[in-house]
């Protein structure tokens, strides 16, 4: 059976955008961990702490990649670099889409509202969005929800800014973690697992599963 919601909402970076943050750290990192192993545990390291510092208070994304990255190169023995921050969240608005995003979009914003809710900045968010070329019917971040995923503030400002209930979404995100479990327990009914390979299914959180946005459409049934 199709899926009617009044808004379909979306994380945006992983899901929609591709998200270079590993490939940006594995540049600026080059020169001090030229061993694949650590590099890779380098990377490992940087995602949980990124995810650890959006847990709490509400602070910059550039202060959360700071923290993450002074904490990862604490704990593995490596120099800490401004530079490294400067590099890494400088690369943000560089980022596009994955191949599969723009034309689906396009289509199913035809039919209905999209949103979305991104763990960004007011200042960040619009070179995202320029680059998925769909029309957005409301763009939220955590800077203005003053709390990032996967805390339920964040999903709370944007339903009470909608003035909609979690039931009246369809929320879509490749990650369990920052998104689907909260979707979950705030009684979000419709949810779309967009499987993008860094992150497993786990069906016990009623997902639909699809491989990439082009198979939200058939969710729809359009």
Request: glycine content about 6%; overall charge negative.
């Amino acid at each position: 059976m199709a899926l009617r919601p009044k808004y379909i909402t979306f994380d945006c970076y992983g899901t929609l955008i591709y998200f270079e943050m590993a490939p940006a750290a594995r540049r600026a990192y080059a020169d001090r961990l030229p061993e694949a192993d650590r590099m890779e545990a380098f990377v490992r390291e940087f995602s949980a702490y990124r995810l650890d510092e959006v847990l709490g208070a509400w602070k910059p994304y550039r202060d959360v990649i700071e923290s993450a990255l002074r904490r990862s190169c604490g704990k593995l023995g490596i120099e800490y670099r401004d530079s490294d921050l400067e590099y890494i969240y400088g690369d943000i608005p560089n980022w596009g889409p994955h191949p599969d995003v723009v034309e689906p979009l396009k289509r199913v914003a035809e039919e209905f509202p999209l949103v979305i809710l991104s763990n960004s900045m007011v200042d960040l968010i619009p070179h995202a969005v320029k680059a998925l070329q769909a029309p957005f019917h409301a763009v939220y971040t955590a800077e203005e929800a003053q709390a990032y995923k996967p805390r339920m503030q964040a999903f709370e400002f944007m339903f009470d800014s909608l003035g909609c209930n979690p039931e009246d979404v369809l929320h879509c995100s490749s990650s369990f973690r920052y998104d689907l479990l909260t979707a979950y327990d705030m009684g979000v009914k419709m949810k779309a697992f967009v499987n993008r390979g860094h992150e497993p299914l786990n069906a016990y959180y009623e997902v639909n599963e699809i491989p990439d946005i082009s198979g939200l459409p058939g969710l729809l049934g359009l």
